[in-house]
């Protein structure tokens, strides 16, 4: 198990990975690391006129589960209550939204380092 420093490290630089990523894909980022006592949302965005809430999930190996799938049942909902706490403290009433999960995986291959991998409505 790597040390929590070296997993936030990595978690940092999948989550600037998978904002240029979204933007390169015509997402428009509206907040990032949105903090709530439930929880934190990596990416708001906005999608054409859908409000995307965007789980990064990165592993610095290929060994084990995707990435992707270690977003479950108990982080889904810790992410749907962190949500709603954004939307009342942003005063959005109603607005159209979706759950994506951007999963990242180191690879050099890659121009931006990253192998990305977009999920829209993922949960």
Not at 45 to 58: Q, T, W
Not at 74 to 85: N, Y
Not at 90 to 104: I, T
């Amino acid at each position: 198990m790597k040390p929590a420093g070296a997993r936030k490290g990595l978690g940092n630089a999948a989550e600037q990975a998978a904002a240029l990523f979204l933007k390169s894909v015509g997402y428009t980022i509206l907040d990032r690391n949105f903090s709530t006592r439930s929880g934190e949302l990596d990416i708001i965005a906005l999608d054409g006129k859908m409000l995307c809430f965007v789980e990064v999930r990165s592993r610095a190996g290929t060994d084990g589960a995707p990435p992707h799938a270690t977003v479950n049942r108990a982080k889904q909902a810790r992410v749907r209550t962190a949500a709603s706490a954004y939307l009342a403290a942003r005063r959005l009433h109603n607005p159209l939204c979706r759950f994506d999960v951007v999963s990242a995986v180191p690879d050099p291959a890659e121009k931006s380092g990253w192998s990305l991998r977009l999920f829209r409505d993922a949960f």
